[in-house]
């Protein structure tokens, strides 16, 4: 046996070196096959490099492509365009000077005959529009308000032809939460047809007991006994009943009569008293201020009066003092027959002891005579 295996041995050996270098052999190969698979690698990831570049390229291609499109469809589109344009242009050179020659028709023309270009002329209606333009109110009984403490401009004229129209604003609170009226106007013509109809901002002023010309209330004590509050001032002195036996004094006077420095709502009436219950004073006038341009006839009313007192018996509040008008025509040369009409700023409570004072009217450009001085209280200051 030790024979047999000294005998067999050798050729282990050479079976083990020959799996040996065949272990070896196949190492090499898994090598060199890891080697080779990273070539590969490397070769697709430069490949894929490739095709990205080119697919980037094919993109760029098609943008710079889709831009010159674009492009030469707004080349084609401005044509188009431009001429849009050109004629929005045109349309609106063409209304301006449609404007133009119709603001030079106005000159010159007397309120009539502006109606009645205005009402049979259809360049008037389709170039111009009623409330902005001018204003031209045909319905009777009509409330028109327009906006308060700004100026309603209206360049073609303002109209009130109804029966018993009334133009006036939508009074605002003031910083101290007084609500008042200041009507501003500026038209080329102003008309007011009817004896019945009116500009008023009357009892838009200063309430019971309030404003620079107040009334003062009454300092009775007795509430078995009725007192009156004093009437409002402005133009002239509020009134008064028997300051003795408790009644309130009238206010006095402030402002100025030109208008232009100052113009002023009238003044609160003060507190009056029916056996202990309150009777509030009148409230005062608002402001009215009217710009023409070519031809004013008033042949209905314009006023800012002062309110009458709260009135019971033998007390009461005293009445609102009257506000502000102030009338000017800027084109006095133009010899139109201008009509100023009736122009009130009376106080409230006329009659009583407790009145209140007037309010202040201005009139410029405007020559009056004798009978247009009895239609205006109170007197106006006039400068022509």
């Known amino acids: 046996m030790v024979a047999q295996a000294k005998t067999e041995l050798p050729k282990k050996n050479e079976e083990l070196k020959k799996l040996a270098e065949s272990i070896e052999q196949k190492d090499r190969q898994i090598t060199e096959l890891q080697q080779r698979l ?26 710079e492509e889709e831009e010159e499109d674009n492009e030469e469809e707004k080349q084609d589109e401005e044509p188009g365009l431009r001429e849009a344009v050109s004629e929005s ?71 009130l032809l109804g029966e018993a129209n009334v133009l006036t604003v939508d009074p605002d609170k003031d910083a101290h939460g007084d609500i008042l009226g200041h009507l501003k106007i500026k038209a080329s013509h102003l008309w007011i047809k009817h004896p019945k109809s009116t500009i008023d901002c009357s009892e838009l002023g200063y309430p019971s007991d309030r404003g620079r010309g107040a009334g ?28 003795p036996l408790g009644n309130g004094r009238g206010g006095g006077i402030y402002g100025e009569q030109t208008l232009f420095t100052h113009i002023r709502c009238g003044s ?32 209905g009313t314009i006023k800012c009066c002062g309110a009458f007192g709260e009135h019971i018996w033998d007390g009461g509040g005293g009445g609102g003092s009257g506000g502000s008008i102030l009338i000017q025509v800027l084109s006095p040369a133009n010899k139109l027959q201008n009509v100023i009409g009736a122009v009130s700023c009376n106080g409230g409570n006329q009659g009583y002891r407790n009145e209140g004072g007037s309010g202040r009217i201005a009139i410029y450009n405007i020559t009056l005579s004798t009978e247009d001085l009895a239609l205006i209280d109170p007197a106006p200051f006039n400068l022509t």
């Open 268 to 299: 609160g009436g003060g507190s009056g008293s029916y056996r202990g219950r309150i009777l509030r004073g009148g409230r005062g006038g608002g402001i009215i201020e009217l710009i023409i341009d070519q031809h004013f006839i008033n042949h």
């Open 38 to 63: 990273k070539e590969v690698e490397a070769e697709n990831e430069s490949f894929l490099q490739i095709i990205e570049a080119s697919l980037e390229e094919q993109d760029k291609a098609k943008e």
């Open 89 to 159: 242009n045109i349309a609106i050179v063409e209304h301006e000077a449609e404007r133009s020659n119709l603001e030079e028709m106005i000159i010159n023309k007397t309120c009539k005959d502006m109606v009645n270009v205005m009402l049979q002329s259809e360049i008037f209606s389709v170039t111009l529009r009623n409330g902005v333009d001018f204003l031209l109110v045909n319905e009777d009984r009509k409330i028109t308000r327009l906006q308060n403490a700004k100026l309603n401009e209206y360049k073609f004229g303002v109209y």
């Open 216 to 243: 003062e209330q009454f300092t009775g004590t007795d509430h078995s006994k009725s007192y009156f509050g004093g009437g409002g001032g402005y133009g002239s002195r509020g009134g008064n009943d028997d300051l």
